[in-house]
């Protein structure tokens, strides 16, 4: 791609590697550039958190802020009654309105961190779309919204065809989450002025039938741009870990544990990773995502840093890594380390080594369990551990203990 923005917004996506593709980048540039640019990004909430996967999209809202336009979180309220098939192999449960607006209580912490509320011009909004979909009238809507979607359309995007090309089954309702996914924008537009929609790569087809509708209908000129759908250099999908997904609530990830998850990021990853995820410079992030041996850890540390200091605070990022230099170079039990609190009732006469390093997350089951103790990848108090079945007693626990999968995954287990 050889445009060359006039905005800031735009050329600080391209530059930092935020772009995959939009919908008519000239056009866009110039609404940026001419005023303040309204923009949104939707989250179903099917989960108490956001997590690691949706943070690339949360700092492209950030700095649409940052450069002087107004970001809209738009809360699926109404859309995760439904559920988006994108990409998905089965459709997802369904929730009650209830666990809805709990998941939904439980993003907005997160939001908070990156985003400044209010009523200013370039005040970030937070909106939810069961505002307007809960109360629609179905023949009314089949009528004025439904006859300008085809079918034969709907069946050429790429997150419906590869569901229908493994024969797997697409349900009705399923189906309905794009068109109500298009009518968002449109009431966005109308309600807010709001003309831009980002998101991952895999909701092109989405917001290209939001921008469609929207010209039918009113006959305006709104724009689409998403991101790459990010791996890690090693081809894993970004945003998950050994344990599973890397949330952004503390309450279900700890700081320590998200810092760590930055600073073991894979060398070839370091500066791409700077780019997207800090407010460094671009050429720092360049200097630093070059270093090699020793110095490259020093890059991990100040990624790790960054990112932890914009969602959990300064003085997180700080007490992370000095439990981190405690535990790693000094060998000794840090401060911060997760924490696994068993009553006297949870330990009975004895639990065992493989139960402690399945209840403390650093092993999925105890099958697992088994195999890292067996194969010498776990350690009590820094020392090696072989047996699984050794047990631990209320007098083994009256101080903290200490365990450890492989070098980078430690916990503490305590007798509350």
Known sequence: MTYHPKSDFMRIMMERGFVADCTDYQGLDEAL????????????????????????????????????????????????????????????????????????????????????????????MMLNNAEWLDNLNYLDFLRDIGRHFSVNRMLSFESVKSRLDREQSLSFLEFNYMILQAYDFLELHRRHGCILQMGGSDQWGNIVNGIDLTRRVLDHEIYGLTSPLLTTSDGRKMGKSAGGAVWLNAEMLSPYEFWQFWRNTTDADVGRFLKLYTELPLEECERLGTLEGAEINEAKIILANEVTTLLHGAEAARAAEATAREVFEKGGVGADLPTLKLTPQDVGDGISLAQLVVRSGLAKSGKDAKRLIAEGGCRVNDQPASDAGQMFGPADLAEPVKISAGKKRHALVTLG
Do not use: C
Not at 61 to 69: E, I, S, Y
Not at 94 to 102: M, N, R, V
């Open 33 to 124: 550039h001419k005023g303040v640019v309204t923009a949104y990004i939707g989250y179903d909430a099917t989960a108490r958190s956001l997590h690691v996967g949706h943070l690339l999209n949360i700092m492209m809202l950030r700095w649409l802020q940052k450069t002087g336009h107004r970001p809209i979180t738009l809360m699926g309220g109404g859309t995760t009654k439904v559920g988006d098939p994108s990409f998905r192999s089965e459709e997802r449960p369904l929730l009650t309105p209830e666990q809805i607006d709990a998941n939904i209580a439980g993003m907005q912490k997160v939001f908070d961190r990156y985003l400044t509320y209010g009523t200013g011009p370039t005040d970030a």
